[in-house]
């Protein structure tokens, strides 16, 4: 009943940029935590940046300085924007949730992922 819904990776060369979206829809009462994570093949998933309900800010040093996160919490959106873009930011971007329900009962939910790939 709840649904992350991601859209905005693709193919860009290195020193691009692209924007990042993760919209949450359903059976929602409030978002705490929102946040990106990656997988690159063959690697463990891996946190790139959240940011809470207050607007409180957390990121990866890899990409400090580069990646900024946002949220619209009217519209239950996560932003990514991504520059200076690296090969080896190429990954599966993942956006995550932590959703309290109508009944107050509270999850963590994914998104379904989108492929970020940064040529050199």
């Known amino acids: 009943q709840v649904q992350l819904v991601e859209s905005g990776g693709g193919l860009v060369q290195a020193g691009g940029s692209l924007r990042l979206s993760c919209a949450a829809s359903g059976s929602i009462r409030s978002i705490n935590v929102m946040g990106w994570y990656r997988q690159a093949p063959g690697k463990q998933r891996d946190m790139v940046a959240t940011?809470?309900?207050?607007?409180?800010?957390n990121s990866a040093d890899s990409v400090k300085g580069r990646f900024t996160i946002s949220r619209d919490s009217a519209k239950k959106t996560v932003y990514l924007q991504m520059n200076s873009l690296k090969p080896e930011d190429t990954a599966v971007y993942y956006c995550?949730?932590?959703?309290?329900?109508?009944?107050?009962?509270?999850?963590?939910?994914w998104g379904q992922g989108t492929q970020v790939t940064v040529s050199s």
């Open positions: 995550n949730a932590n959703i309290r329900k109508w009944d107050y009962s509270t999850y963590d939910y």
């Open positions: 940011i809470t309900s207050g607007g409180s800010t």
